[in-house]
């Protein structure tokens, strides 16, 4: 089971098979290969968005707003000194793209919009499935191993007889000899 889901990890998030890299849980090769899809003069302004949007995520599963990020275009035109209207004209033609990474969420005039990392959230859905798998082979598996171990002991263990058991106990008081060699006969 484990192998089949390593298989679609592969094939789903390592689009180049010449780069085996990973950046913050999230695969380089997906970065590169969204990034040449786009023009070539905004390659640079959108990569910086997209490692804006990554140091901004939110990685809590136990909250309601998982992998998703809350950026106005005026907050990351501030960080990288661009003008709003570039950042929204970089924005817009990334979500153009098939292989964009994220959903941008519209919420309305005077409302910053938010981005769902949506690539990230399937990689990280995808090795935790990876990571269950084989916690239940490594189980199958042990269990397989105790089994076999507990044959082999049967079976060495049925036809023969404790060797420690079969001594002369001793023959002498044991409280009087150790007083004697004490010095202690005399105490009673």
């Known amino acids: ?26 695969p380089v090769n997906i970065k590169i290969a969204f990034l040449k899809s786009l023009p070539k003069g905004i390659m640079g302004a959108c990569g910086l968005i997209l490692d804006f949007f990554e140091g901004r995520v ?15 275009q005026k907050e990351i035109a501030d960080e990288f000194r661009f003008t709003r209207e570039y950042i929204s004209h970089c924005i817009n033609r990334m979500v153009e793209s098939p292989l964009c990474p994220f959903i941008k969420i519209r919420q309305g005039l005077n409302k910053a919009n938010y981005y769902i990392m949506a690539k990230k959230k399937e990689l990280v859905d995808l090795l935790k499935q990876i990571y269950k798998a084989q916690q239940e082979e490594a189980k199958i598996k ?47």
């Open 142 to 188: 042990n269990a397989e191993k105790q089994d076999k171990q507990k044959k082999e002991y049967r079976k060495y263990s049925n036809g023969k007889t404790s060797t420690f058991n079969n001594f002369k106990q001793r023959t002498y008081d044991f409280d009087l000899l150790e007083k004697q060699l004490l010095g202690w006969e005399d105490i009673e």
């Open 58 to 72: 939110n990685t809590d599963i136990t909250q309601n707003n998982y992998m998703i990020v809350y950026a106005s």
């Open 1 to 26: 089971m484990s192998e089949q889901l390593k298989e679609k990890l592969r094939n789903e998030f390592m689009p180049l098979k010449n780069i085996k890299v990973f950046s913050n849980a999230f």
